[in-house]
């Protein structure tokens, strides 16, 4: 394990570099042992805010109310942050250890020599928030499929501590996926790795050490010299101008259409209005039906839909998703059981909780394949 220990001198600073696996115990015996012998002014984390206070208290969670999540409009961000934690979690217990234990022996370290702590990485919001953003819609699609039906920890897959040295946690848990999206592991390792470097040799005093994933120490060693541009990794892109217009411009399309359609003949308006209330409202309660949702949601799917489609303000998975949790209410079992069902495709439509998250996803797909295929009939129809 001492070969994961690298030292550097930078603006006159000793910089020790850490790298740890957050899942092994000899990773936080590591830091302990290395923080003692070198009495450090300041000692660096690869946490920020919120996974300090999650790492503090990893059971606050559960009190995630998901209507309140739905209404905030952060399911994906859920997700994602729940997909990294039970595979956190899942590899810890069968190492038979603590996830994060070595960042937890950093924060005790530190106030044992009264050390400065450093949060040092980016914040988790804003990384997924750069994913998400960068990602196109037919990306995300498959983003979501690729999670939920390729699992990234099986019950039964044997864990490989090298693999664990060398992948970082975010990365390692979205291991089946990173291949087919090089923008997620650019956004996940490369410019975290920026920003920790960054950190690191900006934090207070002349001796710091760093506690770091190992996946992170060959891009630190490279960034410690080089020069970065926070504000450029820290920022949350917009939304493409493109989709937004498209927001807009489709809804206000179809109005027209339905419009010039009654004003020219009663029953071509009749045909048109038909046509989109029929694809949007059965593609949305069909692709609910298929996330298991209860029947009343599926009816929502079914009245929403067709709604939903033409304000850009609102989104038919809201509707769908806000019925199921309130007729289903998740209970404290569902809550409890969701590191382990979600990675297993029937455990995870039976679990409330992530099933009320998966029919916001089902029904906004339904709904957005009905607009374009009413879309299409109904300019058919016109000629």
């Known amino acids: 394990m001492t070969d994961n220990v690298v030292s550097l001198e930078y603006g006159g600073k000793e910089i020790t570099l850490i790298g740890t696996a957050h899942v ?14 070198t009495c450090p002014d300041a000692v660096c984390i690869e946490l920020d805010v919120p996974r300090y206070k999650n790492i503090q208290n990893p059971e606050a969670w559960k009190n995630t109310n998901v209507a309140d999540i739905i209404k905030s409009k952060k399911v994906g961000l859920l997700f994602a942050n729940i997909v990294l934690s039970s595979y956190q979690k899942r ?63 099986a019950a039964d897959e044997e864990i490989d501590i090298n693999d664990l040295m060398e992948k970082d946690d ?22 975290r790795d920026q920003h920790l470097a960054y ?61 010039y359609s009654f004003i ?16 949007n409202g059965v593609l949305a309660s069909l692709f ?41 209410k998740p209970t404290v079992e569902d809550v409890n059981n969701v590191p382990e069902d979600i990675f297993h495709i029937t455990r995870f439509f039976k679990n409330r909780f992530l099933r009320a998250l998966a029919i916001v996803f089902f029904s906004n797909i339904g709904s957005a394949i009905g607009t374009f295929i009413a879309g299409t009939d109904m300019i058919r129809n016109m000629f």
Request: hydrophobic letters at 45%; proline letters at 4%; charged letters at 20%.
């Open 24 to 37: 092994l115990q000899e990773s936080a015996e590591l830091v302990k042992q290395t923080i003692d012998t």
């Open 288 to 328: 609910t039906a298929l996330a298991l949702g209860h029947p009343l949601t599926v009816l929502a799917a079914f009245v929403s839909a067709p709604i939903t489609s033409i304000d850009p303000l609102l989104a038919c998975g809201w509707i769908t998703g806000l019925v199921e949790a309130t007729i289903r």
């Open 91 to 153: 590899a810890a217990q069968k190492l038979h250890t603590t996830p994060g234990k070595e960042m937890l022996q950093g924060i005790e370290s530190a106030k044992e020599h009264q050390c400065e702590l450093v949060l040092a990485d980016r914040d988790i919001q804003t990384t997924f928030l750069r994913i998400w953003r960068k990602l196109s819609i037919w990306e995300k699609c498959k983003l979501f499929s690729s999670l939920l039906f390729d699992g990234t920890l």
């Open 170 to 191: 975010l990365e390692a848990a979205l291991s089946s996926v990173d291949e087919q999206f090089p923008k997620i592991t650019e956004i996940l390792i490369h410019e």
């Open 199 to 259: 950190k690191i040799k900006t934090a207070p005093g002349k001796k710091i050490v760093a506690v770091v994933g190992a996946a992170h120490i060959p891009g630190i060693k490279k960034e410690i010299y080089r020069q970065q541009d926070l504000d450029s990794i820290t920022s949350i892109p917009k939304s493409s101008g493109v989709v937004k217009a498209l927001a807009c411009i489709i809804p206000i399309g179809i109005l027209l259409l339905i419009g």
């Open 264 to 279: 020219t003949n009663l029953q071509m308006g009749l045909q048109q209005l038909s046509s989109w209330v029929l694809w």
